[in-house]
């Protein structure tokens, strides 16, 4: 069949009147119908804003995915003082904030951290630029102390740290078991920090308070973080010969003791009732835990609850022991129903009984001794803030350290982030993300639970180079443009133009309307819609 062309052409006049455009669009400037303007803004990662040390989380895996560690740990360096330390206690507040949970799974941050703190072992802190004449000195080697001497030494003021105890590392080397933290790798992150920077360590020497009024005299700073090593017993344990203190079991464990019992009953929730459960398994000894709410409840972090269940560990839920009577062999305990009242946890119907040798009870942290305020003292760590975590305390010293630096006219090696920054990383994650592909989720390895529970190797190996990569790339830099075409896809004006090459994004004010719909895709949250004056 032959084709048939047809070609329209219109005449002139036969449109009659109609208006014709003998122009393109490109002359009507749609921007003039404008009430709200996009504006490409970075802004603070919620990740930042969920960590207590607030690391800049987003660069450090920018930096990892670039191939370039070195770079990512000096910058971790800047607010972090111990990487490898807290790369294996820290739980990973910042997994709260990560935008990737609404996709697939959190950016395992924790593991891009013990990296760079392992790879920082063998490498020495760099010494300051020049020393100053003030000296500061430190009541206690824990994360606050050490927090605090690392930021005052990195600016060259001489520090002192006094430790009571034979080794330094506070809580970290003594309250923490091998399994979670080897003895190895925090005294490597110690000797690191006090071979290269102006720190003298002074051990076995006690700082009572009321030698607080001379060393101000000998000092120009004095921070007191000495812990919250007192163990007050609630009044059903007081006094009880066959009861001891989480605490104090741990500590004996970690100097190398081993409790000559074979039965124990822990009663507590938190990080210190699972470790001594977990120490004491380990240790060959027979153990459940008693704890007066739900385990979804528990205080402790949720990886620790779940790797004791899976270790065999017995938690015996919304439980609390009604009495306690002398055995010939230990103590016999009968358990009640907890229930919860106005008033507070009461014990309901009387449960099962329990013959055990050893009661550990797991509660109850308290100041040794008080010393007294001045104007240049810092009350820092547990000591100050109450019972809390690595990452809490040696964001204390950081802070404290830094505001004694401010009285000297010297700024933070690091911006202070700011409740403004806060408040931008907390708007909740965009609606774009639901746009991106989801991938697989990281297993992270582990040791069989059969094969751990007996000793006290480190549950997670160290993560390699192919790993880190996997896990850096994953971050999709929240707060920050990586010109991803999101908002030129999605514009109904062709006002975007994005250049993937410089990660660069403009917006031609000349045809943007305002509708806003870039802001709403963006996956990252860098577009954010203002009125337009």
Not at 179 to 191: F, M, V
Request: proline share 8%; glycine share 8%; net charge negative.
């Amino acid at each position: 069949m032959e084709a048939i062309n047809q070609e329209c052409v219109i005449a002139p006049g036969d449109l009659g009147q109609a208006p014709i455009s003998l122009t393109t669009t490109a002359t009507n400037l749609t921007g003039n119908w404008r009430f709200a303007r996009p504006e490409l803004a970075e802004s603070a990662s919620p990740c930042t804003a969920a960590c207590p040390l607030h690391n800049d989380i987003r660069s450090i895996a920018d930096l990892l995915h670039r191939s370039d560690p070195e770079a990512a740990l000096r910058l971790l360096r800047r607010t972090n003082p111990m990487p490898a330390v807290t790369g294996r206690v820290c739980p990973g507040f910042c997994r709260q904030g990560c935008s990737r949970a609404e996709l697939d799974q959190s950016v395992v941050v924790p593991r891009l951290e013990r990296y760079l703190g392992d790879l920082g072992l063998a490498r020495p802190h760099p010494p300051p630029d020049r020393m100053r004449r003030e000296r500061a000195a430190v009541i206690g080697s824990g994360p606050a102390g050490i927090a605090a001497a690392y930021y005052l030494a990195r600016q060259g003021i001489r520090v002192t740290i006094f430790e009571e105890r034979a080794a330094p590392g506070g809580m970290l080397a003594y309250g923490i078991p091998a399994y979670r933290l080897p003895k190895n790798i925090l005294s490597s992150e110690l000797d690191n920090l006090l071979a290269n920077l102006p720190i003298d360590l002074v051990t076995r020497r006690r700082v009572a308070p009321e030698e607080m009024e001379a060393m101000g005299r000998e000092y120009d700073f004095l921070f007191c973080a000495p812990g919250l090593w007192g163990t007050t017993l609630p009044g059903e344990f007081a006094d009880k010969p066959r009861v001891r203190h989480g605490l104090d079991l741990l500590e004996a464990i970690n100097n190398g003791e081993v409790p000559p019992e074979s039965h124990f009953v822990v009663v507590g929730g938190g990080n210190v009732a699972l470790d001594s459960a977990r120490c004491l398994s380990r240790l060959g000894k027979e153990v459940k835990i008693v704890y007066r709410r739900s385990r979804s409840r528990m205080p402790a972090y949720a990886e620790e609850v779940r790797q004791a269940v899976e270790e065999g560990i017995p938690i015996l839920e919304e439980r609390l022991i009604r009495n306690m009577e002398e055995t010939d062999t230990g103590l016999r305990l009968q358990l009640a129903r907890a229930l919860e009242t106005d008033s507070g946890i009461e014990p309901g119907e009387s449960l099962e009984q329990l013959d055990t040798e050893l009661v550990v009870a797991a509660v109850g942290q308290t100041q040794e001794a008080g010393f007294p305020a001045g104007p240049a003292v810092f009350f820092i760590g547990d000591y100050d803030q109450g019972a809390g975590n690595v990452s809490r305390a040696l964001a204390s010293g950081r802070s404290a350290a830094e505001r004694a630096l401010a009285s000297l006219g010297l700024e933070p090696e690091q911006p202070t982030f700011s409740a403004e920054s806060e408040e931008e990383a907390e708007r909740g994650t965009p609606w774009g993300i639901c746009l991106l592909e989801p991938e697989a989720p990281c297993e992270i390895p582990e040791l069989d639970p059969k094969e751990r529970k007996d000793d006290f190797r480190e549950i997670s190996p160290p993560p390699g180079s192919e790993e880190v990569a996997a896990l850096a790339s994953r971050c999709l830099q929240c707060g920050s443009c990586t010109a991803c075409g999101m908002c030129w896809f999605f514009c109904p004006d062709l006002a975007v133009r994005v250049d993937s090459h410089r990660q660069n994004v403009e917006i031609d004010t000349h045809y943007c309307k305002g509708c806003g719909i870039c802001a709403t895709v963006c996956p990252r949250g860098v577009i954010r819609m203002r009125e337009d004056t």
